[in-house]
């Protein structure tokens, strides 16, 4: 069965200062991989997703993640961090199953 | 207006009673989705619906039963709510495998 790992649970950052939160898939085949963002008191947002071709993604908020599979990761990046930015990321996949599968979370804290 | 809502989004209750939580959709979606999310334990799918004669179970299912009234709509009930179903729940859309989800604001049960 696919699954997705997200091996920091908090990172904290400064503003203005660069992203970068991990997620590591496990599927056989090339998965199908999301980044959610959940703000706090609301629901999940769709920031960028992965089905084939070029391995790096631009998504919204000027987000971009990267596919390696030599590394079965997907990690999320951003060059400059806002305040806005504080939130809980999630990564996910569909890989095989019709359903979405995610990781735990991570949280994000940008200090001023 | 919103395009998955869920009401309502807090309730406080009892242990014993029953409580039925409520999402409706104006996507136009065929699928749709109850997710429970706990602290560190990223989102979990509860049960999910392809159309309005299909109900499936998810990873979490024991405790919880739905109702798929309409296309637009999707209950979840808690018969006899315990403690540990203590959460914050999400509703979720989407029109198709490896498609978007869109996510309801969520509810915030607190069972005493």
């Known amino acids: 069965a696919q699954s997705v790992t997200q091996p920091d649970i908090h990172i904290t950052v400064s503003e203005g200062a660069s992203l970068e939160l991990r997620c590591n898939y496990s599927?056989?085949?090339?998965?199908?991989l999301f980044w959610y963002v959940q703000s706090p008191g609301q629901g999940l947002q769709l920031l960028l997703k992965y089905f084939s071709g070029d391995t790096l993604v631009q998504g919204i908020k000027g987000f971009e993640a990267e596919f390696k599979r030599s590394q079965s990761s997907f990690n999320l990046r951003k060059p400059s961090v806002h305040w806005s930015d504080a939130a809980e990321y999630f990564c996910a996949t569909q890989g095989g199953s019709e359903k979405l599968v995610f990781g735990k979370g991570t949280k994000l804290t940008v200090n001023p | 207006d919103a395009d998955v809502t869920q009401t309502p989004r807090n309730r406080i209750t009892k242990t014993g009673k029953r409580i039925m939580l409520e999402c409706s959709q104006t996507?136009?979606?065929?699928?749709m989705y109850w997710y429970r999310q706990d602290p560190g334990l990223g989102l979990r799918l509860i049960y999910y619906s392809f159309d309005v004669k299909d109900i499936n179970k998810g990873e979490i299912s024991d405790g919880y039963s739905v109702s798929r009234q309409a296309q637009a709509k999707f209950s979840l009930s808690l018969e006899s709510a315990i403690p540990n179903q203590t959460a914050l729940y999400f509703c979720a859309t989407d029109r198709g495998v490896y498609n978007e989800q869109f996510f309801g604001p969520g509810t915030r049960l607190t069972v005493l």
């Open positions: 599927y056989g085949a090339t998965p199908y």
């Open positions: 996507k136009g979606h065929d699928r």
